[in-house]
């Protein structure tokens, strides 16, 4: 994407892509804003946990309403620590970087991230390690009711961080849960003529009742030790879900991250966490003036939203049934409503409906009298009869029923 100076008022969507494990997980913050000159920001995400995996780091652009998210493709990329050990990531997709092979941060070492642009912009940050080591303790699940007065489950935690002053804490989390369709059938609709409109049944060949749907966070949760003896914060809120809410319809899990944080994240995360509540300054400022730690070598004049870090990482899992909380009570409302449409085996109607995929087969029925019979199909709408509009129908590894 060129930049271009722009007089008249636009949405413009920072990429952030801080939240979704991370706060850099695709998260993007649309803001009005008269801006005389729109300026391209390069967005880095290089979070390096403790956790033995394959690594990601992500690089962007910011962009303008209307445009394709600029992801910065063909950059060459690496991470180093002090006893030699180089990481390459290689572009799994655009924008995308993941290490070769799987690893983890060690507690003691330093790492450097060095990434080249394919414009010969160089970028570096580091060494920087980890500060601290830490343990989510527990996981807290409790019914409770919310500074708004609303009625619902909070989950909490209690966690430590080994060191010996302040340290920072910052929690993500990932929601998976059942989501299963109001109605079943074993059938699905086929078009078997459009001209004259006829439509038939067929055997349903996958799973449709029972599906799994994800979440990531989305917002910036920080806590700090300080003014603590023990370093341990307990009973710190997460995320509080209405009793009524569409996740808790069915069984639901939670998997909770604590990340301790050096002062410089924390630093980086607070500020970012202070501009995305802003309201009054967004049509006078980009989020440039937020420091980061990656800088380039040959290019003074380029802007970096980004940060290199480098973080423990404790996490643990939760399943929670509504009914242990809310006995006797009724369920949350499907995510939207149902309703149930018949039409004649051979409507237009219908067979537009099933064309454009709006709608499925629930069940059948005849009116008339042979040898007039005329077969009348009901239908609704398709997440309510398939979950996988909605969800996956593969469970997950972790699922427990």
């Not at 910065?72 to 092979?101: C, M, R």
């Not at 380029?302 to 404790?314: M, P, Q, T």
């Not at 809310?326 to 409503?337: G, L, Q, S, V, W």
């Not at 077969?375 to 709408?381: A, D, L, N, P, R």
């Amino acid at each position: 994407m060129k930049t271009t100076q722009k007089k008249t008022k636009k949405t413009i969507f920072l990429v952030f892509e801080m939240i979704l494990v991370s706060f850099f997980y695709y998260c993007t913050k649309p803001f009005d804003a008269t801006l005389d000159d729109f300026e391209d920001i390069l967005v880095v995400d290089a979070f390096i946990t403790s956790e033995i995996k394959q690594q990601e780091i992500k690089i962007s652009r910011t962009f303008l309403d209307g445009e394709e998210v600029n992801q910065e493709t063909g950059a060459t990329v690496a991470v180093s620590d002090n006893t030699g050990a180089l990481f390459i990531f290689n572009e799994a997709q655009p924008g995308t970087y993941v290490s070769e092979v799987p690893f983890g941060a060690i507690t003691g070492l330093a790492y450097t991230l060095n990434i080249d642009l394919t414009s010969g912009t160089r970028l570096q940050a580091g060494p920087v390690e980890i500060t601290s080591e830490g343990s989510l303790d527990e996981l807290l699940v409790s019914k409770n009711i919310s500074e708004t007065g609303q009625e619902g489950i909070s989950i909490a935690v209690d966690g430590t961080s080994g060191g010996s002053s302040t340290n920072f804490f910052r929690y993500d989390y990932v929601e998976t849960f059942e989501v299963v369709s109001p109605f079943s059938a074993n059938l699905d609709l086929v078009v078997v003529s459009e001209d004259p409109p006829v439509l038939g049944t067929i055997a349903k060949t996958k799973e449709e009742r029972v599906c799994y749907r994800t979440q990531f966070s989305n917002e910036i949760t920080l806590a700090s030790s300080e003014g603590i003896s023990n370093n341990r914060i307990q009973g710190f809120e997460i995320v509080f879900i209405p009793k009524n809410d569409f996740s808790i319809r069915n069984r639901y899990s939670i998997l909770v991250n604590q990340y301790i944080q050096s002062p410089i994240a924390n630093t980086f995360y607070q500020n970012l966490k202070d501009f995305s509540n802003l309201t009054t300054l967004f049509s006078q400022t980009q989020p440039g003036f937020i420091e980061g730690n990656i800088t380039s070598l040959n290019n003074t004049n380029l802007r970096i939203l980004g940060l290199f870090e480098v973080a423990n990482v404790s996490s643990k899992r939760v399943f929670i049934d509504r009914a242990d909380f809310f006995p006797n009570e009724r369920e949350p409302d499907f995510i939207f409503e149902c309703s149930l449409l018949s039409f004649p085996f051979n409507s237009s109607a219908l067979l537009r409906l099933i064309q454009n995929g709006s709608h499925k087969y629930v069940s059948e029925d005849f009116i008339g009298f042979p040898p007039t019979t005329i077969t009348v199909f009901t239908v609704v709408e398709r997440g309510c009869v398939d979950c996988t509009s909605l969800g996956t129908n593969v469970v997950p590894d972790f699922w427990e029923d």
